[in-house]
């Protein structure tokens, strides 16, 4: 009988997580629910100068918007906790002393400065840079002497000579030469845990079966499968491994901040669904198939595979995003459309929250919707509506004090004035016989000057729609209010 699939998201917050991070746990969360397994979310807080307890509430709080529920980690617990490193550095305290015990390990007592020189000897010898093994076979009196000298050691794993190959299910088969895979510091001279030891014992203990990583972690897969062996897991017992490819940005480079690399944290303040940057990221390196782009939730539970997944790196395209975040938000109900934009309006005080302000939202909504592609442009797009102290943009006066312009908003509030039905359909119907009919006027000309003298901006919803939620009165007075400038 198979084992049940248990996939991990064990992420180390020293910030807002980025989009790389949720790539993986996104992939990582579709592999367990489409294998009906375990998704486990762990997070590595045993750096205590860069992990805070903020990051990782933080971290929590973005999963948890994502949609990206866990099924063992902080908050519910599980069968194999606690879910924090933190909490566990009796376990690896415990670990690095029988692989001591075993030979598997040993106590390295070289300084930064020793080994600096030796590396830069290695350099100059044209020799691969690594540990040289100084201290592997440390007699009793000599370790002796450095305990008296107080000098804090170090733990290193042993690396045998020979090479660790191993089958990635993205890359094939992956060999690593131990040449190249000196022996390595599993415990710090303070006692704390490295990376290398505490995710090997965690993924060992948790009784993890697939890791799901970044590409960029490759490397560290040898070690890992070291501490595996030391602790005496067989090997058909190892986790089986898939590294996805990168996310580069549209230059080519590893994402930064410059293209693209920006935490989630701002593409949730910039008015991103969390279920746009769901698709858009799974499209990164994975695809579901006959050109689709456009999927939910559901649909990569039910599609991901780990086969699909491409080897070759993934470029993030901040436009593709922005186009998926517009789908996503048309295809919004109303009412859901509604409870997403009210956070934003009132961010930027444009509303109070009154129930007036709330009607007059939810009326305005469906002549924008077409419109925006982030929810952050609500509020610009719907302030005209609710300023007290209306006024025509600076950058937009002269588009409205002009000859032209002032003879069109006069004809305008002439028909407008005499206007018996307030809708957009007779608002439009009035204006184009008026203005583009009689007069002759182009539409840009005709309405451009009148939807700056109503909205103040050349940037607004559908004229005719803006001016019947406006009413007439406030909509002849802004008229009136234009000519007189």
């Not at 044209?126 to 002796?144: F, H, I, M, T, W």
């Not at 710090?188 to 505490?198: F, I, K, Q």
């Not at 920006?262 to 969390?274: E, H």
Request: hydrophobic share 40%; net charge negative; aromatic share 8%.
């Amino acid at each position: 009988m198979a084992k049940q699939v248990r996939v991990r998201f064990a992420p180390s917050p020293t910030g807002d997580l980025h989009v790389g991070n949720i790539r993986t746990a996104l992939f990582d969360w579709a592999y367990a629910r489409h294998t009906n397994g375990k998704f486990i979310f762990r997070i590595e807080d045993t750096d205590t100068t860069r992990v805070t307890d903020e990051y990782i509430a933080a971290a929590i709080d973005t999963l948890k918007w994502l949609g990206l529920d866990w099924d063992e980690g902080p908050e519910i617990g599980g069968e194999y906790g606690p879910y924090l490193q933190s909490q566990r550095l009796d376990i690896y305290a415990d670990w690095a002393q029988k692989f001591i015990v075993q030979k598997d390990a040993y106590y390295c007592y070289c300084t930064a400065e020793e080994l600096e020189e030796r590396r830069d000897a290695q350099k100059a010898a044209n020799v691969a840079p690594g540990y040289d093994g100084k201290c592997r076979n440390l007699s009793e009196n000599q370790l002796a002497s450095f305990k008296a000298e107080d000098r804090l050691g170090v733990v290193r794993m042993r690396m045998p000579e020979g090479e660790t190959t191993f089958v990635d299910q993205i890359r094939g088969e992956i060999s690593f030469d131990h040449k190249f895979v000196p022996d390595f510091v599993l415990v710090r001279g303070d006692g704390s845990p490295l990376y290398t030891l505490a995710v090997a014992v965690d993924d060992i203990s948790m009784k993890v079966t697939h890791i799901l990583r970044g590409e960029d972690l490759l490397s560290s897969t040898p070690r890992q499968i070291r501490v595996y062996q030391a602790m005496g897991v067989k090997e058909e017992d190892y986790p089986t491994f898939a590294h996805l490819p990168f996310v580069m940005g549209q230059d080519n480079a590893k994402l930064s901040k410059r293209n693209g690399e920006v935490s989630i944290a701002w593409y949730r303040d910039k008015g991103f669904l969390p279920e746009a940057i769901c698709n858009y990221l799974a499209l990164l390196g994975w695809s579901p198939g006959d050109d689709v782009e456009n999927i939910t939730m559901q649909q990569l539970a039910e599609l991901f595979t780990v086969e699909r997944v491409n080897s070759s790196p993934a470029r993030f395209d901040m436009k593709k995003l922005e186009a998926i975040n517009g789908d996503k938000i048309r295809a919004l109900t109303l009412d859901d459309f509604l409870e997403r934009s009210l956070p934003f309006l009132k961010s930027a005080q444009v509303i109070m929250g009154s129930d007036d302000e709330i009607a007059l939202v939810k009326s305005a909504l469906p002549i924008i919707q077409e419109r925006i592609t982030r929810l952050d442009e609500v509020p610009a797009m719907l302030k005209f509506l609710f300023t007290k102290n209306f006024a025509v943009e600076e950058d937009s006066l002269s588009k409205v004090t002009d000859t032209a312009s002032k003879e069109v908003l006069k004809r305008s509030l002439a028909e407008l004035t005499a206007l018996g039905e307030w809708t957009h359909e007779s608002i439009e119907a009035t204006l184009r016989s008026s203005l583009i009919e009689e007069l002759g006027l182009k539409p840009r000309i005709a309405f451009g000057s009148l939807r700056i003298a109503v909205t103040g901006s050349t940037i607004s919803p559908p004229l005719f729609e803006s001016m019947e939620l406006l009413g007439k009165i406030v909509s002849l007075k802004r008229i009136s209010s234009a000519l007189a400038l």
